[in-house]
């Protein structure tokens, strides 16, 4: 059974402009978290959608959106970029909501110049 | 607020000895806690949990010990492997929410 994939793996983009992440969680899961990660603060949780319904938001603004398509797929968008953006973006699926456990993507890294 | 704390940010060990990597909460309504390991370029990989009705829990080499009277929790590695070598994030769940707490994660060299 083929893993989360993440898409696009490494990103650079300029402060102001905005940037879609892509999550395939594995086949049969139907909630998806979305987590930042970055060296001071660890990771941080940002969303879970389940049923294409957000479900949970962690505390961040609300230039950090999302979605979840009927085939169970994910996109986050982060718009008018900041320096502090720059951070390992992670993706986590599980079957149901509350599972044991959560399987997390490789990540997308993004860097904000 | 950390709610999850990791106190050591790194830990070097010996080949064949014992690792332990530590974690302190400070919600009392955690009731689920969860250990991570991450390599490099990967994400997470899910190790042990401990449900707070127990104390103990051991799968293989990994043991998990709650104390939940000092919020403290314990991961040991017996023996430790040069490829254990990853960092190791504590997570908490409080009862009823799906969300995990991490705390920022403890980094551990095992030396062949």
């Known amino acids: 059974k083929a893993g989360v994939t993440q898409t696009p793996r490494y990103l650079i983009k300029t402060r102001g402009q905005q940037v879609t992440l892509s999550c395939s969680p594995i086949?049969?899961?139907?909630?998806v978290s979305w987590y930042q990660q970055t060296p001071g603060q660890g990771l941080q949780f940002l969303f879970e959608y389940f049923s294409e319904t957000q479900r949970n938001k962690g505390n961040f603004p609300g230039r950090f959106s999302g979605r979840q398509f009927s085939n169970s797929r994910s996109e986050m968008n982060v718009s008018t970029l900041e320096l502090g953006d720059s951070a390992l973006y992670l993706c986590?699926?599980?079957?149901?909501?509350?599972?044991?456990?959560?399987?997390f993507g490789p990540g997308t890294r993004l860097l904000v110049l | 607020d950390q709610q999850v704390k990791q106190n050591s940010p790194s830990l070097s060990v010996q080949e064949g000895r014992i690792s332990i990597l530590n974690c302190d909460y400070t919600n009392s309504m955690f009731d689920y806690f969860l250990w991570y390991k991450k390599y490099p370029a990967e994400g997470p990989t899910f190790l042990i949990s401990i449900s707070s009705i127990k104390d103990k829990n051991e799968d293989g080499r990994f043991t998990v010990f709650l104390n939940k009277s000092a919020k403290h929790l314990s991961l040991h590695i017996v023996p430790s492997q040069p490829g254990d070598s990853a960092v190791y994030f504590c997570?908490?769940?409080?009862?009823?929410?799906?969300?995990?707490?991490f705390g920022r994660g403890t980094s551990l060299i095992v030396h062949p």
């Open positions: 997570a908490a769940r409080a009862g009823g929410s799906y969300i995990p707490t």
């Open positions: 986590a699926s599980s079957p149901q909501r509350g599972g044991e456990t959560q399987y």
């Open positions: 086949s049969g899961h139907r909630s």
